[in-house]
């Protein structure tokens, strides 16, 4: 090793330890005034906020892409996607409550249809849970996911929310 990357190494290193030193400083602070507690308190609470809209956000972008693989003339689908992404996983009754709930009518059968139809296209996916339940996936559909370049979601918050 040269002694420059020596030389960058021992600056870097040195960087480090004065920024520990600073933490433990401010950390002795706080629980010196008795404020960590709270603090953390305050920060746990905040992070669980944004947690929660970024869950929202994503299974927005979620049911969007699959809204936009539907035909446009079948408002049933639609209505059923709309209502996994607003309600979360729910089982053939639930969803032809929310159906009738945004159309003003529909039928357990037709539902029970169209969920089948939109769960072999991989559009819809069966979760775990007490009875037969269905949900959005936890990612963009494949077609979606090549559109936008390979990128997709991360599925962390999705086993999170099954548990």
């Known amino acids: 090793m040269s002694n420059d990357r020596l030389e960058e190494l021992s600056r870097k290193l040195d960087e ?5 030193e ?3 400083n401010a950390l002795s602070l706080l629980i010196d005034l008795d404020v960590l507690p709270g603090l953390l308190s305050l920060l746990l609470s905040g992070t669980r906020i944004c947690s929660s809209r970024l869950r929202a956000l994503r299974r927005a972008l979620v049911a969007e892409a699959v809204l936009r693989q539907l035909p446009t003339h079948d408002d049933i689908s639609q209505c059923v996607v709309e209502a996994l992404a607003e309600g979360g996983p729910m089982n053939i009754s639930e969803l032809t409550r929310a ?9 357990r059968r037709v539902v029970r249809q169209r969920l089948e139809r939109l769960r072999e296209l991989g559009l819809v996916v069966e979760v775990k849970g007490f009875g037969r339940k269905f949900d959005l996936p936890g990612r963009l559909p494949a077609s979606e996911r090549r559109r936008l370049g390979g990128q997709r979601l991360a599925t962390r918050d999705r086993k999170r929310e099954e548990r």
């Open 16 to 20: 480090v330890v004065r920024r520990l």
């Open 22 to 24: 600073k933490l433990e």
């Open 99 to 107: 159906v009738r709930a945004r159309r003003g009518r529909a039928s």
